[in-house]
């Protein structure tokens, strides 16, 4: 087999990148989350707040540009 065919298409830092896009991503989802009232007939203001107009869906959009980055970045292997 040729010696180049044995590499795996992402390296480590990219693996890493990866790992870490999906943890922001996550946090995203976490702060998007919450906000329901327990009373059904009740109205919750809570929902439009800072943490989830603005806060979460920009966390969530880096975390897909971390992501985008991990998978078409092209990183020098160490050593």
Same mark, same amino acid.
């Given at each position: 087999?040729?010696? #180049?065919?044995?590499?795996? +298409?992402?390296? &480590?830092? #990219? ?10 991503? /996550? /946090? @995203?989802?976490?702060?998007?989350? @919450?906000? @329901?009232? &327990?009373? &059904? #007939? ?14 979460? &869906? ?14 078409? @970045?092209?990183?020098?292997?160490? +050593?």
């Amino acid at each position: 087999m040729a010696k #180049n065919s044995e590499k795996m +298409a992402l390296g &480590p830092k #990219n693996i890493r990148l990866m790992i870490a896009g999906l943890l922001v991503l /996550a /946090a @995203g989802f976490l702060l998007l989350s @919450g906000g @329901g009232s &327990p009373d &059904p #007939n009740e109205f919750n203001y809570a929902m439009f707040d800072f943490r989830r107009l603005v806060a979460a &869906p920009v966390v969530m959009v880096a975390g897909i540009v971390v992501e985008v980055i991990a998978i078409m @970045g092209r990183f020098k292997e160490e +050593a």
